[in-house]
């Protein structure tokens, strides 16, 4: 759906909300949204692209997150996922990424069947009223809402209520077999705290995976600021690759035979 009073040529299934405009010689590819109050001049606007709201564009091309100026050639990839976009996920990459850590998890889950009944005892002892805690965080999955807008979808994961961290975890497993955690990545969030993150070095982050092995949760202490974490997932994020994933994924196999997965009881409630 297109506005009238907007020049440009557009295709298929592309939506254009009333507030935004196109201001002559604008070009959109099939599923293009723009959100209101974006002004778009001059702009070719690639397939499967979302275009946040009061986004202004002017002599570009744009292809899901990435922008292309073509006035100046410079490239540009946009962190902030409100502003520019890719909502087609589903590549085959993707489909490769989902399905093997998928397949990881189930693996440690049936390796972790020995903790359970372990778990489950200890926090009887500790808890017998409320074993079972319940918290809202934000994962990897993103859908696009109904004003058309693609945002990070929001899960209830659980934890055993107990202080032994590597116990109070285990039910997390199950977020990693249905795809909304993975193995590796940055530390899960609320989304009090993700909506928290404003500056965009804050952001960087959000080019990782979300997963319950990481950086931030091996490596930062308890007790260290909010801005080391953050730091050190955005080196995280701009330098990860399979071979960075494997070495975390070991680091956090062999933090699981440490003291303090057995016997720290300040852990934050989204760390491992």
Known sequence: TVPEHNAGIVGTFCRVRAEAALLGDVVLCHKVIVDRDAKLRATVVLPCTYIGKAVKLHNAIVWGNLLIRVDTGAIMQIVDSLVLANF??????????????????????????????????????????????????????????????????????????????????????????????????????????????????????DCAPVGIIGPSQVSVPTDAPIEESLIVEAYYARTRHFGVDARWLLRGLLTCFTKPAWWEKNRGENNI
Do not use: Y
């Not at 500790?126 to 993103?142: D, E, F, T, Y």
């Open 88 to 205: 087609n996920t589903e590549t085959l990459h993707a489909k490769f990424a989902g399905v093997f850590n998928r397949s990881l998890g189930l693996l440690t889950f049936l390796i972790s069947l020995p903790l359970w009944p372990l778990a489950l005892f200890a926090t009887l002892v500790q808890n017998p009223r409320a074993p079972l805690r319940k918290i809202k965080l934000r994962g990897n999955v993103k859908k696009i809402d109904d004003e058309g807008i693609l945002r990070p979808h929001d899960f209830t994961a659980f934890s055993f209520s107990t202080s032994i961290v590597l116990l109070r975890h285990l039910p997390k497993i199950f977020a990693v077999i249905n795809g909304q955690l993975r193995m590796v990545g940055v530390s899960p969030e609320t989304p009090a705290q993700a909506n928290a993150r404003t500056d965009t070095w804050e952001k960087i982050r």
